[in-house]
C-alpha cells in the first residue's frame, strides 16, 4: 500500500480534513456519558429539572454537532478515495500500455482486467473505510478506557486488560485473512479467464457441441471459487463472536465491580451508568472495526496485486527523437544474425535469420505451420526485441528509433482482424485521425472494400459491433487492411491478413497494393503460394530457420522445402517421375 500511497498525494488535505472531523466526533460522543452521568447524579437525585433541561439541551447540540462532523468527514473520505482509485486506475493502464508484449504475455489478459476493475475497486473502499472509521474506533476504543479512569480507577481496569486480548484477537485473524484474501482474487482471475475464453470462443464451443462441457467445467471453477470465498468468510466472521463474548464477559466483570464500588460509596449510580455506556461504545465500535479490518484485508491483498502490475518493468527501452540520423540507406529492412525465443520458451522461435529488403520490393515469408512467419514479422515492428544479432530499418539499428518514428513508419495487419465498437469512419481514422474522406474511399477502393462500405447504410458511418461482429470474416480483413493503408506507412506487413479472401480478390488486392505511391516495402506472411510467387523475395522458413530465399523461379529450382510446398498446393504443375 505504500507504493501507492503518492496516488492519495494530490488529496493530502481531504485525507486529512476527514479524519479530523471523525476525531471531533469522537470527542463528542465519549463526552454523551459524562454529561448523563451528571444529569443522573446532580438533576434526578436532587430533581432539578432545571439542570437536567439544561443537560438535555447540550445533548442535542452535541449530537448535532457531530453529526456535522460525520457528514463532512464521509465527504472528504469519499473525495479522497475516489480521485485516489481514478489516478492509480490510470496509472495501471498507462503502464500496461508501457508494456512490451513478452511483460503482457506473461501477466495475461484477464488477470490485468480484474486488477484494473476489481482489485482497484476494493482499494477504493479500503481507502475511504479507512480514512472514515480507521482512527475513530481505536480512539473511541482507547477513549473510552482514559474516560473511564477518570470515573473510577478499580472499574477502568476492567477495560486496561479486555483491551489487550481484543486487539491480539484482531490481529491473529488479521494475519490468516490477508493471504486467503490474495487467493480468492487469484480464483477470480480464473474465474474470468474461463468466462472469456467461453465467451470469445461461443461459436466453437456451438459447433463441436460442448455447451455441457463448458458449463460444467466453469461451475467446477466457480464452486472453487465460492468454497475459498467461504472459507475466508468463516475465517473472518470469527471476529465477531469473540469480540462480542470478551466484551460481555468485561460487561460482567465492570457491572459486579460498579455494584461493589457503589454499595461501599466510593461510585455514585451515574457513573457507573457512564462506565457501562462507555463499554456499549466499545462493542459498537468493535463491530465496526470487525467490518472494517475485513475491508482493509480485502484492500491490502488487492493493494498488492495492483501494486505487482507497476513494479513489472518493460523490456523495451526507446531512445529520444534527437537519437535519429537524417541518413537513409538502400535497404528498408536487413536482419543480420537474428536469433529470438520467447520468455520461458525451451528453444528458440527464430536462428541466426539474415536477409536484407530493399525498398519497393515485395517479400513474401511462407513455410509450415509453427516455422515462425508471424514471428519475424514481430520483430519488425518490435512487438518483442531479438535476443542475439540486429535488425536495421533505413541502415539503423530498430533499437535507435523512437516508438513513434517506428510506428509511422511501420504498419500492420495482423493475423485476426480486430474492429472496435463504432462506425467504419472511427475505426480507418485509428490509422490517421487527419484523415479525410477522400482518403477514406482511396484505401477503401485500394482493399477491395469499397462496395462493401457503399452497401451498408450509412456507408462511413455504419456502426460495427464489438469485434466487427456484424461482418463477414473477408469483410473484416479487408477493413483491417484499409485501416493501416490510411497511415501510408513505409514499411507494410500483411501477416497472412488475406487468408478469408477469395484467389480473385487476393489478387486484386496484391495488385492494388503495388500500385501505390512511394518505395513501400511490402511483406506479406501466406500459407498459399498464389499469395507470394509473384514477389520479388521470398523467404522459407522450416523450424525457425531461413532454409532458403529467393524469387519464385529460382526456389522453384532449388529449394526443396519451397517445391514440397508449391507442388502440395499445385499438385497439377508437379513432373511426373516418368
Known sequence: ???????????????????????????????????????????????????????????????????????????????????????????????????????????????????????????????????????????????????????????????????????????????????????????????????????????????????????????????????????????????????????????????????????????????????????????????????????????????????????????MEYPSESAISSEQSEYAVSFKNVTFAYKGAGAPSLYNISFDAKKGQTVGIIGGTGSGKSTLVNLITRFYDANDGEIEIDGKDIKDYTKKALCDKIGIVQQKSLLFKGSVRDNLKIGNENAADDELWAVLATAQAKEVIESKPGKLDYELEQNGANLSGGQKQRLSIARTLVKKPEILILDDSSSALDFATDAALRGAIKKLDGDIVTFIVSQRIAGIRHADMILVLDNGRLCDKGSHDQLIKSSETYKEIYYSQFPEEKPSDN
Open 1 to 315: 500500500m505504500k507504493k501507492l500511497a503518492k496516488y492519495l498525494r494530490p488529496y493530502a488535505r481531504e485525507s486529512i480534513l476527514s479524519p479530523a472531523f471523525k476525531v471531533l466526533e469522537v470527542i463528542f460522543d465519549l463526552l454523551v456519558p459524562i454529561v448523563i452521568a451528571k444529569m443522573i447524579d446532580s438533576g434526578a437525585a436532587n430533581n432539578d429539572k432545571g439542570y437536567i433541561v439544561w443537560c438535555f439541551v447540550i445533548l442535542i447540540a452535541m449530537a448535532a454537532i457531530g453529526l456535522s462532523c460525520t457528514v463532512l468527514a464521509q465527504f472528504f473520505a469519499a473525495k479522497a478515495s475516489v480521485g485516489f482509485s481514478a489516478s492509480l486506475r490510470q496509472a495501471v493502464f498507462d503502464h500496461i500500455q508501457s508494456l512490451s508484449f513478452t511483460e503482457l504475455d506473461a501477466l495475461g489478459t484477464d488477470t490485468l482486467i480484474n486488477r484494473l476493475t476489481d482489485d482497484v475497486n476494493q482499494v477504493q473502499n479500503g481507502v475511504n473505510m479507512t480514512l472514515r472509521l480507521l482512527i475513530r474506533s481505536p480512539l473511541i476504543v482507547f477513549g473510552s478506557m482514559i474516560m473511564a479512569f477518570t470515573i473510577n480507577v478499580k472499574c477502568a481496569l476492567v477495560f486496561a486488560v479486555t483491551i489487550p486480548i481484543l486487539f491480539v484477537v484482531v490481529y491473529l485473524i488479521m494475519i490468516i485473512s490477508i493471504p486467503l484474501f490474495g487467493k480468492v482474487q487469484e480464483g477470480l482471475d480464473r474465474v474470468t479467464a474461463l468466462t472469456r475464453e467461453n465467451l470469445t470462443g461461443v461459436r466453437v464451443i456451438r459447433a463441436f457441441c460442448r455447451e455441457e462441457h463448458s458449463v460444467d467445467e466453469f461451475e467446477r471453477s466457480n464452486r472453487g471459487l465460492t468454497a475459498l470465498n467461504e472459507f475466508v468468510g468463516r475465517v473472518s466472521a470469527l471476529l465477531n463472536p469473540l469480540t462480542y463474548v470478551l466484551i460481555n464477559l468485561a460487561a460482567v466483570f465492570l457491572i459486579h465491580r460498579c455494584g461493589l464500588q457503589i454499595n461501599l460509596g466510593k461510585m455514585q449510580q451515574g457513573e457507573a451508568v457512564a462506565l457501562y455506556n462507555y463499554m456499549l461504545q466499545m462493542i459498537v465500535e468493535l463491530i465496526k472495526l470487525a467490518s472494517l479490518i475485513i475491508t482493509i484485508n480485502k484492500a491490502l491483498a488487492c493493494a498488492r496485486r495492483v501494486s505487482a502490475v507497476l513494479d513489472v518493468k518493460t523490456s
